[in-house]
């Protein structure tokens, strides 16, 4: 199909669906790559807004939907498998296939290895992203012979970047720095749609191939500003003694839990799940959907989602398994299924209820959580409960009463009556798979951002284990030039009776900008091995390492998951020999 | 067995036949050395032979040094080996270093690059039997644009951030790249500054090379008349107190290690000019290839992979570790590194 006539069909699809953007069109992929090149080319937020929003101010209609969809994860599937364009690449490269598996393990990316290695061209297209995404969908059913063909034809006459860009669309996501949250920033920018309406917009399941710019954006809908949060209040990290914060008697305590704080909002019988980071992500866990009917309209929780195996709270290595995950499976759901661990109320029958003071909302949380815990049954419950048992395949033990399981627990208020009692269930916070406590002051209303004074978060001291350094990483930012980022490794037993490091975590921050480069330097001359921008180098050096939490992990190698392990002190006076065992790491795990 | 004419021991590259080391890395009596980078003319040799054009390079910074200088294929003998140096293209006055022992010929090229840029004496192929080769850019992922292209770009960028009313500061090494770049800038655009220690070598250059005026940057320097113009700055400068001075400013990297997105993002910098003194994919294997050599050493750089495909293309080729090319990827702290730690690396790629 001609590009005119193409676009006298886009203009008439347009017509008759809505009102037609008469606004100057840029839709060739030239433009989408220019995009992905400017944003890949900055670390700065503002920039990356900018250049997206002045794309979406100038792109064609059926670019900006597909733009956006690739942008959120929605690409088409793969047409191609990588072993052949791996294949097809180097053939036409003209170099060994090992020589390219080589340049492929130095450069990390697949699709700029074959833009790479492909002889330049300085020609261009002038195809829309569109026409590429449609023939890309057309290429998945073609015989191998075609691909190649299609491929070839592209590789030859597209510019490097292009070239790259093109590659990107059949291998994969884009790693430029652009979350669906900064999409939908820019988006806002460009359309004037506030962004909280746009991110529910984007929800779900919708086919690029099938809705047009206008139905997925422009359109108004009533429904799109039900699903609007409040912000979330955040908390510093208690600076000095807590015997500072003054009269024990106006604060209330609770334990600091581990998991994704969260926003959940009941209103006109739908859920809708926000993130701190404000994304929506209701999707991600259907265990919620539980709470239509059982919790009324008109109500916003502010809490934690926490894993739950095993009927108890898990640690944030469970949670892992479920974050990033765009659909659950049943097994998944079953074996780790997730409560809110709710600790304030900002919506109450409708009304937003954020000025009241801290323990009259909690209280109010109280009752709503007792109504739930205890409930009266009712038909839309019932549904509720019947949805929930096909989703997660009927868990329901027999030891629980017929009544449906909600997955909404409180976040118990301690009842302390000093400080000192208070420290005391702050040292059972491991225990009870908790970071520490959160110190809210009695009369404090619901604040915005990050506001010193009201919430503190009291923290427990992290346990420390000693390490080996074996790999180094140069580090970002200032440090960029500097091995900064470091993996350690504790003693084990081989089956031979042998010891041998094995690796456990990662670290990059805790030492001096001297001590640093210190140690830098020592890494530079007493390199092993290079594998891209890591060294192995000679295990010689020990240092304290001090982690928050510790869980078992059948990920990591070492069987063991630590959470932010950072550097507590380099030991200077301790040889490889005197560091700790994987061992002594698991006897910790409580 | 006879010996090498040259061997690689944990000195340096060593001519027993002569007793003389090639840029070796650690102290010895007799050093030719190639060019003046940091990793290549080390500290605390008793004599140094080199490129009469280098000395006034080195002497600068190693301070005071026994060194001889020579022309280009002047030929002097050392018991009874002939050696002579020939440009290598690397950098202003950098050679290969040509050894001739008992009619057999081995070429060492230091670090060296096809591309004439205009300032370096271009480099001149020399045929030998056994050719000693860097690969600091030995993949088939590499391949350079004509430079003219990459200073076009660089000049358009500089027009840019003016339009935006930032500075512009371009990283490139002290000694090679900034005089590169120094001389291709567009002074119609509008004015160069730059660091201390880029001032301090173009200085040394200027009776070699015509280049544009330069404005060193001092703490007596207005921040607003820096506004809009260039600023020449080594690596090490990026994120350091003295660059504040710039804001607001716009930062870019001028190097071969650019070619990957991921380089220029790990060092936080804005842009990337790929843009080398090393050679290519392809230069090197043309360069190999006219050299006529049958034996091929690959030293600093990818050069495990780069021997392997000189073996299938029916070379004799090798890899000998050397203490060259170290940190060629950052040349980090090489301002410093040439004054204050002799032994650690830092040189332009």
């Known amino acids: 199909m001609s590009k005119q006539l193409k676009r006298v069909r886009q203009i008439a699809r347009l017509n008759g669906r809505g009102r037609p953007h008469f606004a100057r069109n840029d839709d060739t992929m030239k433009h989408f790559a220019q995009l992905i090149k400017t944003l890949d080319s900055t670390n700065k937020t503002n920039i990356k807004v900018q250049a997206l929003a002045d794309y979406f101010n100038i792109a064609g209609e059926t670019d900006k939907v597909w733009t956006i969809a690739i942008l959120s994860h929605r690409r088409p599937p793969r047409p191609v498998n990588t072993t052949l364009l791996r294949e097809w690449a180097s053939e036409l490269a003209n170099i060994p296939l090992w020589l390219f598996e080589e340049s492929y393990h130095i450069v990390g990316d697949l699709a700029e290895t074959i833009a790479l290695v492909i002889p330049s061209n300085p020609s261009s297209t002038e195809k829309s992203l569109t026409q590429f995404l449609e023939e890309m969908i057309a290429l998945k059913k073609k015989p191998d012979d075609e691909k190649k063909a299609y491929l070839y034809e592209n590789w030859k006459v597209l510019d490097y970047y292009e070239r790259f860009v093109f590659t990107k669309l059949i291998t994969g996501s884009f790693r430029i720095g652009v979350s669906q949250k900064l999409m939908t920033r820019a988006l806002a920018k460009a359309t004037e749609i506030d962004e909280d309406i746009l991110a529910y917009k984007l929800m779900g399941n919708w086919n690029p191939d099938k809705i047009s710019f206008q139905e997925l954006i422009l359109e108004e809908n009533e429904s799109d500003y039900l699903s609007k949060p409040y912000p979330f209040y955040l908390a510093y990290a208690i600076e000095s003694e807590v015997n500072d914060l003054g009269d024990v008697n106006d604060w209330s305590a609770e334990h600091k839990w581990d998991g994704i704080r969260s926003q959940i909002i009941l209103r006109n019988d739908e859920i809708f799940v926000w993130s701190r980071g404000e994304e929506l992500i209701t999707d991600k866990y259907p265990e919620f959907h539980a709470f239509i009917g059982a919790i009324p309209n008109g109500t916003a929780i502010d809490g934690e989602i926490l894993p739950y195996p095993k009927g108890e709270i898990g640690t944030f290595n469970d949670l892992q398994k479920r974050i990033g995950r765009k659909t659950v499976s049943k097994n998944l759901l079953k074996k780790v299924p997730v409560i809110l661990k709710a600790y304030d109320l900002l919506e109450w029958e409708g009304d937003d209820i954020r000025e009241m003071a801290f323990i009259e909302r909690r209280k109010l949380l109280g009752k709503l959580f007792h109504s739930v815990a205890e409930p009266v049954p009712n038909p839309t419950q019932a549904a509720a409960k019947r949805a929930i048992e096909t989703a997660v395949s009927s868990t329901a033990e027999t030891s629980v009463s017929s009544a449906v399981e909600i997955p909404l627990h409180l976040s118990e208020t301690i009842h302390f009556t000093s400080w000192e009692e208070a420290a005391k269930e702050r040292g059972r916070s491991r225990e009870v798979h908790s970071e520490g406590l959160m110190l809210k002051r009695k009369d404090s209303p619901y604040l915005v951002g990050r506001k010193k004074g009201d919430w503190w978060k009291w923290k427990v001291d992290p346990l420390t284990i000693d390490a080996v350094l074996t790999y180094a990483m140069r580090g970002h930012g200032r440090r960029s030039n500097l091995f900064t980022d470091y993996t350690f490794a504790l003693w084990d037993n081989k089956e031979n009776g042998e010891k041998e490091l094995v690796t456990f975590a990662k670290a990059y921050s805790g030492l001096t900008d001297a001590e640093f480069r210190k140690v830098d330097n020592w890494i530079k001359k007493n390199t092993l091995e290079r594998f891209g921008p890591v060294r192995s180098v000679t295990p010689h050096h020990v240092f304290e390492i001090a982690f928050e939490g510790i869980a078992l992990s059948k990920r990591h190698k070492s069987g063991v998951a630590t959470r932010f392990p950072r550097i507590l002190r380099w030991r200077q006076d301790k040889k490889i020999g005197e560091a700790n065992s994987l061992k002594d790491l698991k006897d910790m795990i409580v | ?349």
């Open chain 2, 1 to 349: 067995m006879k010996k090498p004419l040259l061997e690689f021991t944990g000195k340096g590259i060593y001519c027993s036949a002569a007793d003389v080391y090639l840029d070796p890395w650690k102290p010895v009596d007799k050093a030719i050395i190639t060019h003046g980078h940091a990793d290549h003319s080390r500290w605390g040799h008793k004599h140094y032979i080199t490129h009469l054009r280098n000395v006034p390079i080195i002497s600068q910074r190693l301070g005071d040094i026994n060194v001889t200088g020579k022309e280009w294929g002047e030929t002097f003998t050392i018991n009874n080996v002939k050696f002579s140096l020939h440009p290598a293209g690397h950098i202003i006055a950098s050679s290969q270093i040509r050894v001739e022992h008992k009619g057999e010929v081995w070429v060492f090229t230091g670090d060296y690059k096809t591309e004439n840029d205009g300032i370096s004496t271009p480099y001149e192929v020399v045929k030998c039997h056994t050719f000693i080769t860097e690969c600091t850019f030995g993949l088939p992922a590499f391949k350079w644009t004509p430079q003219k292209e990459v200073f076009k770009d660089i000049n358009q960028w500089w027009a840019e951030n003016q339009a935006e009313k930032k500075t512009s500061v371009l990283f490139g090494y002290s000694l090679g790249k900034a005089q590169r770049l120094l001389k291709y800038l567009d002074t119609d655009i509008g004015k160069i500054y730059t660091h201390g220690a880029i001032e301090n070598m173009t200085e040394v250059l200027r009776p070699q090379v015509d280049f544009p005026e330069t404005t060193l940057i001092t703490k007596d320097t207005k921040k607003e008349e820096l506004l809009g113009n260039v600023v020449l700055a080594p690596p090490s400068a990026h994120g350091s107190p003295w660059i504040r001075k710039m804001v607001p400013y716009v930062t870019a990297s001028a190097s071969g290690w650019m070619t990957f997105r991921g380089a220029r993002r790990r060092r936080a910098i804005d842009k990337g000019f790929v843009l080398s003194d090393h050679c290519d994919w392809d230069g090197l294997l043309e360069s190999i290839k006219a050299t006529g050599a049958e034996k091929i050493i690959c030293t600093h750089g990818y050069s495990d992979i780069f021997s392997r495909y000189l073996r299938e293309q029916g070379y004799d080729a090798r890899t000998e570790e050397t203490q060259y090319g170290e940190e060629e990827d950052t040349g980090s702290r090489e301002a410093e590194v040439a004054t204050a730690l002799p032994t650690a690396g830092g040189a332009g790629a």
